[in-house]
Nanobody, 114 residues
Framework: QVQLVESGGDLVQPGGSLRLSCVASGFTFSRKAMMWYRQAPGKERELVASITESGSVTYYEESVKGRFTISRDNAKNTLYLQMSRLTLEDTAVYYC???????WGQGTQVIVSS
């Protein structure tokens, strides 16, 4: 049974930082590229960042380049998203996702507000 459990979301001021985590189970984590998506209120879910199986190659959506860092610990079956210099536009529910696995976790809420 696939499980993706996101955590680390919080209320943070603009310019602040957060680290999101996603613990995966039910599939061979180390053999899957992984992705972070987010869905802001009233908007469609969008891809934020992705990382290859080994962690050697990453991709970032333009608006988060230089501010977010995706990483993974295959020994812990855990995906991370380090977010810094947060802006109001980063407010969203953040989800981790494995490609070709039709399952979404519950997400973790990030609210950037002064």
């Amino acid at each position: 049974q696939v499980q993706l459990v996101e955590s680390g979301g919080d209320l943070v001021q603009p310019g602040g930082s957060l680290r999101l985590s996603c613990v995966a189970s039910g599939f061979t984590f180390s053999r899957k590229a992984m992705m972070w998506y987010r869905q802001a209120p009233g908007k469609e879910r969008e891809l934020v960042a992705s990382i290859t199986e080994s962690g050697s190659v990453t991709y970032y959506e333009e608006s988060v380049k230089g501010r977010f860092t995706i990483s993974r610990d295959n020994a812990k079956n855990t995906l991370y998203l380090q977010m810094s210099r947060l802006t109001l536009e980063d407010t969203a529910v953040y989800y981790c996702k494995a490609p070709n696995i039709p399952f979404w976790g519950q997400g973790t809420q990030v609210i950037v507000s002064s």
